[in-house]
């Protein structure tokens, strides 16, 4: 996860070597201290392979920019000093410039190049601003206001059941509670401790440590024939930090570029651990943990639609993958309410969701660069 940008002022000169290649060209280009991408040209249109070399004595972020719009055609991000990196592209005619952000300096934009002819290449992608992220960043940080108080009431309402003795009622309210707390994905990294405490899992502690809490720890017991007794510390200690973090919530703040980052993250983190049933501590809930992630996804899409739609001409094909995970997963929702465990899933089903979920990662993934922040 890249959460801070490299901002640079490198100047840099560049020498270019062209010579062909079957079909493809490749120009040398030496960054140092006198000018950002320095004077170089190409002779067509066509697949060109860049070599930057990194000659300064700090790293930074080279960026091929459309000079007129800022639009990125490619990057080169974490540029260390010494390194030397390739950036290929489909260039078509057009006007490029390198733009150079090296650590300790502002953005530095080298001289314009025109490739002539009118052949189509590579598409630039306007870069998103930290201000145009704000309005999408408050509209997220009032849905997850909105979903801890919904959690709230819910796991007080969990912490009543097992009180009273009411472990069937526990069970169904903890499913409710939990899949609330998974809808809210981009902000766990914002709950900071609390995150641990309401959902982490029993891997660093094990499953009899006290130190383990929070829903998971819920969930080991309550499917595993443990008394109210022995489960109400924990229903409490579930009930106290939920209301501790709704309590908190409004002095914290989800950093602008972990919106566009969570898009993919949430169902990374669906794949690895709840389709493979890591995450599955009896109650064979994981694939309507999965539903919940989708649900909180799409929050996250919906807030970035603006941005993304004159952006990312995938954002089509994100949507009907979508809704083809969610169908294959809801197909497993009982009539009774409960779920298939991924455990007893047949072969080729759990291999049609693992495939969707796949696919909606390949279209998710370009999101994360797009809606990153940048100066321009």
């Known amino acids: 996860m890249r959460t801070t940008r490299l901002l640079t002022t490198a100047v840099l000169a560049a020498t270019a070597l062209l010579s062909a290649c079957g079909g493809d060209t490749l120009s040398v280009l030496a960054f140092n201290s006198a000018s950002c991408g320095g004077t170089w040209r190409l002779a067509k249109p066509g697949w060109h392979t860049?070599?930057?070399?990194?000659?300064?004595?700090?790293?930074?972020?080279?960026?091929?920019?459309?000079?007129?719009?800022?639009?990125i055609y490619a990057e080169i991000t974490g540029f260390g000093p010494g390194t030397t990196t390739p950036m290929r592209l489909d260039v078509g005619s057009g006007r490029y410039a390198?733009?150079?952000?090296?650590?300790?300096?502002?953005?530095?934009?080298?001289?314009t190049v025109t490739v002539a002819g009118d052949v189509s290449?590579?598409?630039?992608?306007?870069?998103?601003?930290?201000?145009?992220?704000?309005?999408?960043?408050?509209?997220?940080?009032?849905?997850?206001e909105a979903g801890l108080k919904t959690l709230a009431g819910q796991t007080r309402a969990l912490?009543?059941?097992?009180?009273?003795?009411?472990?069937?009622?526990?069970?169904?309210d903890w499913l409710t509670a939990h899949l609330t707390?998974?809808?809210?994905?981009?902000?766990?990294?914002?709950?900071?401790n609390f995150d641990d405490e309401i959902d982490g899992r029993a891997d660093a502690l094990g499953v009899t440590n006290p130190q383990w809490t929070g829903f998971y720890r819920l969930e080991y017991g309550l499917w595993h024939g443990q008394s109210a007794g022995e489960l109400t510390p924990y229903a409490d200690r579930l009930a106290a930090d939920v209301h501790a973090l709704l309590v908190s919530w409004p002095s914290d703040e989800i950093p602008l570029v972990d919106i566009g980052l969570r898009t993919h993250e949430v169902l990374e983190n669906a794949l690895e651990f709840q389709l493979t049933g890591h995450d599955d501590y009896g109650s064979g809930t994981t694939l309507a943990?999965?539903?919940?992630?989708?649900?909180?996804?799409?929050?996250?899409l919906s807030v970035l639609h603006p941005l993304l739609v004159s952006r990312y001409p995938g954002l089509p094909a994100v949507a009907t993958w979508l809704d083809r995970l969610q169908s294959l997963v809801a197909a497993e929702h009982r009539p009774d309410g409960?779920?298939?465990?991924?455990?007893?899933?047949?072969?080729?089903?759990r291999q049609a969701i693992d495939a969707a979920c796949g696919q909606v990662l390949e279209e998710l993934a370009p999101i994360a660069s797009i809606t990153e922040p940048r100066n321009t």
């Open 181 to 192: 707390y998974e809808t809210l994905g981009a902000a766990y990294g914002t709950f900071g």
């Open 289 to 300: 943990t999965v539903s919940a992630n989708i649900t909180g996804t799409r929050e996250l």
């Open 98 to 111: 390198f733009r150079c952000l090296f650590e300790d300096a502002g953005p530095v934009t080298g001289p």
């Open 338 to 349: 409960t779920w298939v465990p991924v455990s007893r899933l047949s072969a080729s089903t």
């Open 50 to 71: 860049f070599e930057l070399h990194n000659a300064n004595s700090v790293g930074g972020e080279v960026d091929l920019i459309d000079p007129t719009t800022s639009g």
């Open 121 to 144: 290449g590579a598409t630039a992608t306007v870069p998103v601003t930290y201000d145009e992220l704000v309005g999408p960043a408050k509209e997220y940080q009032a849905y997850v």
């Open 159 to 172: 912490d009543g059941d097992v009180r009273r003795g009411e472990l069937t009622a526990a069970r169904r």
